[in-house]
């Protein structure tokens, strides 16, 4: 079966990849170009550490079309550190201790992100939403509502 | 196992695609059909895709609205105009299945999920689907009943008439993980007033049958009564009747069973 070339942008760089037909965004990523910081958990759309932004917008790659990304701007956790520096919500995690085993996280910090991308002062609830589709087995999600709330606090008053 | 992917610029070229080939199915958010490939679901050889403008529009500026098809449970939480959608939107998954998972998806959703579905079927939706030889309108019911033979057709969108009031629609999704999860129960209840009393009474159930089901016996119940503690308490105690819900992780169908009177009853009476 033939391949489809797509194009992209991924955290802000022109990529072209080739993908067969029903390729899922996750696997194109991980891969193809090579980004594993996106994980597979169930690929049915109930754990979120898929996770990435599509136009800004929170989806989940492993439920994403490939081809449906074509000339659109999808972010990871890749390229949320800016140079050598973590990502304010990086460090909050990391200060916070909320990463245990890690394999939630590039999922918690792109929905997280989202959120404070759109509400940069969001609530307890609101916080607790915002990651309500992204499951964590071992940290426990109290130090991670308390990181995206601290971090918050520092884009704030930043 | 790679599949062929089609997309067209008009949900016409789609639906005679869907149409002609069995082994097609039509990918709208994603939320159901790469999750079936991702299983490696073999029935599945070839995807329909349609980038047709009509399927994302709202129209929610008089009595009747429509969605299209393809809008998002996020798009829905957005619009003002549609806040008696705003529940059973807010209900589906979190926040990036809500970006994704699309009105006619979700007609397809099976247990425990198609929670907006139910939302609808309340309603009293009418679904726009096309076929490959044009389009026609099937009331919700008869397409939710059928919904097996209807991969074929492509949903082109949802109408519905918006509640005369906030209080005349009510809707309550019973999850065991909140504020997601899958549904353990999922109750609608339209209930329009004439004259003061109950005229039209519509109780929608998901995760109590094998689709979305009315609850004929409580709609009877209240038909023609005011909301009372006992119109309430007979709905209530009726509303089993023709239900057949099934086992599964969430509850066993003898819960469900226990469970959906009583929460009919606090959805009527109006409490948390």
């Known amino acids: ?158 | 196992m790679a599949v062929t992917v089609k997309t067209f610029a008009s949900s016409n070229e789609a639906a005679t695609a869907l149409s002609s080939d069995r082994t097609a199915r039509y990918l709208g958010g994603g939320t159901l059909v790469m999750r079936a490939l991702n299983e490696g679901d073999v029935s599945i050889s070839t995807v329909v895709r349609a980038n047709d403008q009509a399927l994302t529009r709202i129209d929610a500026s008089g009595p009747r609205i429509t969605l299209g098809a393809g809008i998002t449970f996020a798009r829905i939480l957005s619009e003002r105009d549609l806040a008696f959608l705003h529940a059973p939107a807010r209900s589906i998954g979190g926040p990036a299945v809500r970006n994704m998972g699309t009105v006619g998806g979700n007609l397809f959703a099976p247990n425990p999920y198609g929670d907006f579905a139910v939302a609808l079927l309340a309603l009293d939706a009418t679904v726009a689907v096309q076929g490959g030889f044009g389009s026609r309108d099937i009331a919700i019911e008869e397409f939710l009943q059928s919904r097996e033979r209807q991969s074929g057709a492509l949903v082109l969108s949802v109408s519905c008439t918006r509640p005369a009031s906030a209080d005349a629609f009510r809707y309550r999704k019973v999850a065991r993980i909140k504020p997601k999860g899958g549904s353990v129960i999922t109750l609608a209840a339209h209930l329009p007033i004439s004259g003061g009393r109950i005229a039209g009474a519509r109780i929608a159930l998901g995760s109590m049958a094998p689709t979305q089901i009315r609850a004929k016996a409580a709609e009877r119940a209240l038909e023609g009564r005011t909301l009372d503690a006992a119109t309430i308490a007979a709905a209530a105690s009726a509303v089993t009747e023709g239900t057949s819900p099934s086992n599964n992780a969430l509850g066993s169908a003898w819960y469900r069973r226990e469970i959906v009177g009583v929460h009919l009853r606090r959805l009527l009476s109006g409490q948390e």
């Open chain 1, 1 to 158: 079966m033939s391949k489809t070339p797509l194009q992209f942008r991924h955290n802000g760089r022109d990529v072209a990849i080739f993908v067969d037909g029903g390729t899922n965004l996750l696997v194109a990523l991980r891969e193809l170009i090579g980004d594993m910081t996106p994980k597979f958990g169930c690929g049915q759309g109930g754990c979120g550490t898929c996770s990435v932004l599509i136009d800004g917008e929170l989806h989940l790659s492993c439920l994403t079309l490939a081809e449906t990304v074509a000339g659109r701007s999808v972010e990871t956790l890749d390229g949320m550190k800016q140079g050598p520096n973590l990502h304010p919500l990086q460090r909050a995690f990391a200060d916070a201790f909320a990463a245990q085993c890690g394999y939630c996280t590039p999922g918690m910090l792109m929905a997280a992100r989202a959120l404070l991308d759109r509400n940069p002062s969001p609530s307890r609830a609101e916080v607790v939403e915002a990651i309500s589709g992204n499951i964590c087995r071992c940290t426990g999600y109290e130090s991670i509502i308390n990181a995206i709330l601290a971090a918050s606090g520092g884009r704030a008053s930043a």
